[in-house]
């Protein structure tokens, strides 16, 4: 509801014969309380709207203290909002599918190689540009952000943070089209 309406319904709720709803201090009033009310009501929409991190802003911070998500200055919304649905999609693996998978769900086609050396490596070969380009969105994205945002190092940090401890990845970007 609008502070108009709320304002109207106010008016309504006082008695009919005692108060003049259109005095110049009484108007005021309600619409003093009418602004209020409408607040509370967008904020309330807010907050219902925020139980899906796909459109999670008021409770986002919420979303990536849960899951341990490190958030930087230059990150747009729409990156944030997608770091968090990764990391609810997340089940945990230690095989290369699971990587793979992993990678395919952040919009990368890659394959993982290891190399006969004693170090533990692996070399994650990534098809397609390294980065990806984030324009900014009516409705999706917020005052602050960029207009353009290049660059995603989320595969690389997502790969670091879940690979197994005695192992080291590599990245390699080599040319051709990312799906």
Known sequence: MTRADYSSLLAQL???????????????ELSAEAKLLATVDALIAGLASS?????????LPDWERVY????????????RRA?????????????????????KAL????????????????IVNVTGAPERVCYFRVG???????????????LETLFK???PAHTECLFKYSEGSNK
């Open 83 to 103: 770091r968090v649905m990764a990391a609810l999609a997340e089940t945990g693996g230690l095989s290369r599918q699971y990587f793979i998978n992993l990678a």
């Open 14 to 28: 006082l008695p009919p014969v005692t108060y003049d709803a259109s005095g110049e201090q009484l108007s005021a």
């Open 161 to 163: 943070r879940l690979k």
């Open 107 to 122: 919009g990368y086609d890659i394959t993982i190689d290891e190399p006969d050396d004693p170090k533990w490596r692996w």
């Open 68 to 79: 341990a998500l490190t958030v930087s200055d230059s990150d747009t919304l729409q990156q």
């Open 140 to 154: 999706e994205s917020v005052v602050g952000d960029r207009l353009e945002e290049s660059g995603d190092p989320d």
């Open 51 to 59: 139980i899906d991190p796909n459109q999670a802003t008021l409770t």
